[in-house]
Structures are given as structure tokens and as C-alpha cells.
């Protein structure tokens, strides 16, 4: 879909084009808008802002709001994604580059106020009824600020750039709110000639920059899909202490990509009891986790203020519950404006426990009686998980299990948090955190294993994101533990000659400090004595099936044979029944299995040949074609990360998805990638298992697949 098109000054005769623009539109309820056909060219306040004096580009005390069209394929995960803009909203993405349309209009109506900073704006058409159909996809802007005639542009896929001059008129601690859906950044500076060099101080003494840009999965909260935030739960304070008549720069970024927007700027002087945080979170749950937890310091983000000024004294309050009926109990000596947690103990608590911080505000009445007031801060909820205090030496037998630690590098009994099992080859991803922390960064894996070994020469391989490390009876064999960044290109091999049946001691470390994360170990043998020596492994298509057919020319104790698929030759699936093997021959025995559960028109196959005491050895791998999977309609791969196919002779009238717990009702964008294949778009959407129902020319059918 090449997007809708509207100009500035299109007239009726534009009616036919958008309707059919509008009836594409509603056919596929999840897509991205392409460019609009009017473009206009940035001002000079906006590309030389000090070219007149600071009031040029930075005016005072209300803001020049410049907007951009962005491409589909924005990315707001850029490095310089942010706090580089404009120039980010312009980046060119296959050839096409983000598009400026026009300015904010401050007319106190619709965008901006026409005097102050503060605002609260949900982007809609200032001037409905005017004739277009498609009023509900756009917004007008101005050439200026004060006057209209800029270019329409469309709900989603847009960015603004903002530049003001802030001006207190009084002394005092001023707070400022920043609340986005989707993203938003800013910052405020004193000297135009050395901007980054004098970023505004918090009252902590922090850089008073707010970064709210982007997400990652471990923010399940604050968004619903990746790009697209929840308005409610991503409002930021900020406080600051101002004298007036001080001069202070802003800028303040903001992009939506879909859905519901709303932007909305306050900064005032600041009356009340202040706001608390646990780490960079001042709202929600914090969990610690570990044999003994101990908790980090809960911190003031803000003071009370009163009429006296900044409160220097305080209480603090615990509670187990928090609703109206909520006791809460006074921490005795807790008189300062952070508290540290003490550290768990057996005699303590565990569980969830409330905290907040409290102000007395001394009220002077008319007759000059005093009333005291309590007023109380943002409440943290703290939750302590205890471990049970394992054997961190203990090895896996034939299989690892794996020691986890809730830092990198670091195997302190203080950081141990749990543990992670795996067969003895395996590739394991850490897609939802590792440890009872659910980690997704700045943790350390240890796995054991103790590995029954026959003679022969066995190949160990190993790679992964980030560093890792093998080791074999206490020897040290594979060394990447210095290493950081993606996985190598080729594991890192170690080969080992057994000339005796016994068991090894396998440690395998591993650390991630972000980004990727994944371990992989594998190992091949090449054993002495070959129990059972493979003849031919055929495959081929036999109608709707695969027809297998294998042999063996000597078989020793052999148990019974396995099938294993796979669809990209990688990652296997056993399917099928066993099937009993010969058990002990020296002459050519001949094997046949069909398929009829495939799901793919190229299959590879494999066999796993099992032996009386359950060691076992595979086939090689073959590869069988068959096109009568274009006619099953099946989605695939399943699971899948980003992208499901489709192959159908028919054509694909629709797609809709429904989340397991009923939250994700959609229909995911379609495209038609191939003579007969289709593709599902499914990146927006969080991992969860779904209902996909997939209607053709001639007929409707639901299948389950898991987006991970």
C-alpha cells in the first residue's frame, strides 16, 4: 500500500481517490502509512537558530514545534535516535527519507498555547469538515506558529521537534512532567554556544535529561507492542531548582508510530511532598532475589516543598497491604530523605512490603493557631524473594544444569539466583531474562555436566553472545572469556581422544552484558566401535507424503530407530512412532517410514539409531522436496520471531489473530512475497501463543502457532 495522498490545496476532484485510498486502508487494520504528497522546506529558525539572537530560534516562554512524516521503516532504536533530531526523523531508509511538513500551530485551540510552555495534546484535525472524507487520518499544520497552510499529516508515523526559552519569573523548585505515547526526549541547557557542556542540574545533581525514546521486552508495562507506549504509564517528573529571570534552552523530541498519541509538557513551581524512586523506577514493583536479598537504597527524586521551602525532615512509613484499609508503621530513626532497606534475614520478612515517605507541613491559621499535616510521597512497592541456598558445585549427569548469577563475570554467593537446566547439546536463549531476577543483561551462567564418554575421539564446539568459556577436568580448553559482542562466525572447536570407557567433568561458563543473548555447545564422536553401520538413507515424495526408506549392513545390541525432521536443517523434532530395529545381524537389513505430518515443501530427516544400553548415533541428513505442501495452507515456521508464511494456490482474502489471553485482537499485515506465498506480519506483536485464521477464495481455517 503506497500510502494516502494529500496535499495542501487539493479541491473535491481528490473524493474518488481517496475513497479507494480509504477502502485499502480499512482492508488491512495494521499498516504503515507511506509519504504524503506535500513536502515544504525547513525554516530558518529551525536550521540556523542563532542566526538573529537566541529569540529567533529559541523563543521565549512558548515553543516552535517543527513536524515530520516519517518513513515505514523509521527506526527509533537508532544510536543517535533522540537526541539527534531533526536529523533522525529525516533518515533515508531504502532509498526514502522522513519529509517536513510544517509547524505546530499556536492558536490555544488545537496544538500549542499561544503564550507558555505547558500544553496536553492528542493530535487530531483542527479543521474538520472541510470537505475531506479523510479527515480522521490527518492534521493540518502552519508555514509559522501563528499561521496556517502548512502540509496535512497523518496520525501515525510522525515526529515533532521542539526549541523554546524558559524564563522563571520566581525562585523555587519547579517540577517538570513529560508524558508521551509513543516516545519523547529533553533537555534543557543555559549556554547556546556550549550545549552539552551546560546541561541543567536536578535537585540530586543529575543530568536533567529525559529519555523515554524507545523500549525494550522487558518493559512489559509501559507499552503494548515495542513502539507503542501507553500514555498512562510513561508520565516522568523531573525537579529543578530555578532563580528567576534565569535564561534556560530547551528542546523536547517526540515520534508516534501507531495507535492512540498524546504529548503533554507541564513545568511549574512545585508545592508538595515530593516523589521517591528505587533505582530509575518511582512507580510499580521492585523484586530482589537471592539467598540473602538485599535491596537497593530507596532514593528522593524530589523534595517536599512548603511555603517555608524545601523540607529538610522526614518520615518514612512501611505497610504490607495498600488500599484504604492499609495500618501503616513508622520506621523509627528513619528521618532522612532516602532509606536503605535493611538486608534480608530469616527473621525478617518476605513478600511484598509498601514504603513511602512522609512531610509534616506546618499550616498558620488566620487566628496564628498552627495545624500540622502530613502529606506523603508516590508509593514503592518492594518484593523479597528468598532462594533456597544450593549446591552451586553440583553437576548435571548427562545433561547441565546451570548456576546462575545476577552479575557478569561474577560468582558470588551474594549474586547467585537460581538455576537453569539443559541436555548435554543444546543452544539456549534467554528471551524472557535468566535467574529469578528474569535477567536479560549483566548475568553469568555456569553450567556442570559429568558426561558418560566411550572410546573414540569426541569434537566439543561452543559459541555465543558474549563471552564464554570450556573447560575438561579441571583443564581449561576453550578460552572466549574476554570476549564481548555477537557470536563468532565459526564456534570454537577442541578435540579430545578417549581411549577408555570413564565420565567427564564439563564446566561451561558463560556471561551476557546485553543485547543478544545465547550459548551454544555441541559436541561430535567418533566412537571405536560401531555397534551399527548405516547402509542407504533415501527419501522422496510419494504424493501428499515423503516415502523413507533406510538400511543397515551390521547391527550390534541396536534397540530401535528414531525419526527426527527438521525444516531448516538445524533445529530437530522426533515425530512418528519408534521403530524396532533388527537387534543383532551382519548382513543388509532395509527400514520404511511415511510421512504424512510435514510441513514444509523442503523437509530434511534424519535417524537416530538407539542401542540396548541407550547410547545412540545418527544417520546422515537428507533433504526431501515436496510441492503438495503449497495446497495444505499451513503457517510456518512454528514457533516464529517475526515473519509467518503461507503457501496457497488460492488467494488470501484475510488474516486474524487472536491473542491466548484474549488481549491481542488484530489483523496483521499481508503481503504477497512469491507466485503462491504469503507473508504475516507479526513483529508488533508480544510473544504469546495465538489463533491465526486464515480465509482463501474457497475456504477458512485456524491454526495455532507461538511468537516468541
Known amino acids: ?102 509547524m505546530l500551530l499556536r492558536d490555544g485551540a488545537n496544538f500549542l498555547p499561544v503564550s507558555g510552555v505547558n500544553f496536553d495534546t492528542r493530535f487530531s484535525d483542527p479543521n474538520p469538515g472541510n470537505g475531506y472524507l479523510s479527515d480522521s487520518l490527518f492534521f493540518q499544520t502552519g508555514i509559522s506558529p501563528t499561521t496556517t497552510g502548512g502540509c496535512d499529516t497523518q496520525f501515525n508515523q510522525f515526529g515533532v521537534h521542539m526549541r523554546g526559552r524558559y524564563v522563571p519569573t520566581e525562585n523555587g523548585i519547579f517540577r517538570i512532567q513529560i508524558g508521551s505515547d509513543d516516545g519523547s526526549y529533553f533537555k534543557m541547557f543555559s549556554d547556546y554556544g556550549n550545549e552539552n557542556g551546560s546541561i541543567a542540574q536536578d535537585v540530586n545533581g543529575d543530568n536533567l535529561i529525559h529519555k523515554n525514546w524507545v523500549k525494550n521486552d522487558s ?14 504509564n510513561n508520565i516522568r517528573n523531573y525537579y529543578i531548582e530555578m532563580e528567576a529571570a534565569q535564561e534556560w534552552f530547551m528542546q523536547l523530541n517526540y515520534y508516534e508510530k501507531d495507535g492512540a498519541n498524546r504529548f503533554a509538557f507541564e513545568i511549574e513551581l512545585y508545592f508538595g511532598p515530593g516523589e521517591i524512586k528505587m533505582g530509575a523506577d518511582a512507580s510499580g514493583s521492585v523484586a530482589f532475589c537471592g539467598i540473602n536479598p538485599d535491596p537497593t537504597i530507596i532514593s528522593s527524586k524530589g523534595p517536599a516543598v512548603f511555603a517555608d521551602g524545601e523540607v529538610t525532615e522526614y518520615f518514612w512509613q512501611y505497610a504490607t497491604t495498600n488500599d484504604e484499609s492499609t495500618v501503616w508503621t513508622t520506621i523509627p530513626g528513619a528521618t532522612d530523605k532516602d532509606y536503605k532497606i535493611p538486608a534480608y534475614n530469616d527473621e525478617s520478612w518476605t513478600g511484598a512490603r509498601f514504603y513511602r515517605r512522609g512531610a509534616t507541613n506546618t499550616i498558620i491559621e488566620d487566628d496564628l ?61 534467554f528471551p524472557a531474562g535468566v535467574g529469578c531476577n528474569s535477567q536479560m543483561s549483566n548475568f553469568t551462567v555456569q553450567y556442570r555436566m559429568r558426561l558418560d564418554v566411550q572410546p573414540g575421539t569426541y569434537d566439543f564446539n561452543v559459541n555465543g553472545d558474549d563471552g564464554y568459556r570450556l573447560s575438561i577436568n579441571g583443564t581449561t580448553v576453550i578460552n572466549e572469556w574476554a570476549k564481548a559482542g555477537g557470536k563468532k562466525a565459526t564456534a570454537d572447536t577442541y578435540r579430545l581422544e578417549i581411549t577408555e570407557e570413564g565420565v567427564l567433568e564439563l564446566i561451561l561458563d558463560y556471561y551476557e552484558l546485553g543485547g543478544d543473548q545465547s550459548i551454544i555447545f555441541g559436541y561430535d564422536e567418533s566412537l571405536l566401535v560401531l555397534p551399527l553401520e548405516w547402509g542407504d538413507f533415501l527419501g522422496q515424495s510419494c504424493a501428499d507424503n515423503n516415502c523413507l526408506k533406510w538400511s543397515t549392513l551390521q ?154
Open 1 to 102: 500500500m503506497k500510502g494516502i495522498l494529500r496535499g495542501v490545496n487539493q479541491d473535491r476532484n481528490y473524493f474518488n481517490s481517496v475513497v479507494l485510498s480509504t477502502v485499502l486502508f480499512l482492508s488491512i487494520s495494521v499498516q504503515s502509512f507511506g509519504q504524503l504528497a506535500c513536502s515544504n522546506t525547513e525554516p530558518v529558525t529551525l536550521t540556523s537558530p542563532w542566526g538573529d539572537g537566541w529569540e529567533y530560534g529559541y523563543p521565549t516562554n512558548v515553543w516552535n514545534a517543527y513536524v515530520y512524516q516519517l518513513t515505514a521503516d523509521y527506526n527509533p532504536n537508532g544510536a543517535n535516535a533522540g537526541h539527534n533530531e531533526p536529523s533522525e526523523f529525516k533518515k533515508t531508509y531504502g532509498g526514502v527519507g522522513g519529509q517536513y511538513k510544517g
Open 219 to 232: 518493559d512489559t508495562l509501559l507499552y503494548d507492542g515495542v513502539d507503542n507506549f501507553v500514555y498512562e
Open 369 to 429: 493557631t498552627t495545624t500540622d499535616v502530613d502529606v506523603f510521597t508516590n508509593v514503592l512497592e518492594v518484593i523479597m524473594n528468598p532462594i533456597a541456598d544450593l549446591d552451586r558445585t553440583e553437576f548435571g549427569i548427562n545433561k547441565w544444569i546451570g548456576h546462575t548469577y545476577d552479575a557478569p563475570r561474577n560468582f558470588a554467593t551474594s549474586n547467585y539466583s537460581g538455576r537453569v537446566f539443559q541436555d548435554s547439546v543444546f543452544t539456549q536463549n
Open 555 to 708: 547391527e550390534k545390541n541396536t534397540s530401535h530407530f528414531v525419526l527426527e525432521r527438521s525444516n531448516d536443517g538445524f533445529n530437530w523434532k522426533e515425530f512418528g512412532e519408534e521403530i524396532e530395529a533388527q537387534g543383532n545381524s551382519d548382513y543388509e537389513v532395509q527400514y520404511q517410514y511415511t510421512d504424512d505430518s510435514f510441513e514444509n515443501t523442503y523437509t530434511f530427516y534424519r535417524i537416530k539409531q538407539v542401542d540396548l544400553d541407550d547410547t545412540f548415533t545418527y544417520s546422515d541428513v537428507i533433504r526431501v522436496e515436496n510441492n503438495s505442501i503449497t495446497d495444505k495452507l499451513i503457517p510456518f515456521p512454528n514457533p516464529t520471531m517475526d515473519l509467518l508464511f503461507v503457501d496457497s494456490e488460492d488467494g488470501i482474502l484475510g488474516v486474524e489473530l487472536t491473542s491466548q489471553d484474549q488481549r491481542v485482537r488484530a489483523q496483521p499485515l499481508v503481503e504477497k512475497v512469491g507466485d503462491k506465498r504469503y507473508q504475516i506480519d507479526m513483529r508488533q506483536f508480544p510473544s504469546n501463543h495465538y489463533l491465526v485464521t486464515i480465509q482463501t477464495t474457497k475456504s477458512k481455517k485456524t491454526y495455532k502457532i507461538m511468537k516468541r
